[in-house]
């Protein structure tokens, strides 16, 4: 199985941009898709979360209201970004489980077998 993720760039306060997850290579469903993001020298945080079947979503505090996670069907996962602040700044990275985590631990990392290569989001004040 592999994640590809896309669409990362720099762009100014204020601005948007639009992160993609092919997921591919596998004869199964990832019912259970998120996305984190890591900045060097912290741990890798939360950032977004959604449940293939339902599609129930999940966020983080600090993103909500501002970034929305969608899938389409083809077994890919988007994060539109709007309203950048440079605290978004990060390697941001999409993640992918066969089994969606219980709601109680869509944010440990941990819950997630495959992970995408990330791709860097810089955003400039």
């Known amino acids: 199985v592999q994640l590809q993720a896309s669409g990362g760039g720099l762009v100014q306060a204020g601005g948007s941009l639009r992160l993609s997850c092919a997921v591919s290579g596998g004869s199964f469903m990832m019912n259970g898709m998120a996305w984190f993001r890591q900045v060097p020298g912290k741990e890798r945080e939360f950032v977004a979360a959604?449940?293939?079947?339902?599609?129930?979503t999940y966020y983080s505090d600090s993103v909500k209201g501002r970034f929305t996670v969608s899938r389409d069907n083809k077994n890919a996962v988007y994060l539109q970004m709007n309203s950048l602040e440079p605290e978004d700044t990060a390697v941001y990275y999409c993640?992918?489980?066969?089994?969606?985590?219980?709601?109680?631990?869509?944010?440990?990392?941990?819950?997630?077998?495959?992970w995408g290569q990330g791709t860097q989001v810089t955003v400039s004040s």
């Open positions: 993640a992918a489980a066969p089994t969606a985590p219980i709601t109680s631990a869509v944010r440990d990392p941990q819950q997630y077998e495959y």
């Open positions: 959604l449940r293939w079947r339902g599609s129930s």
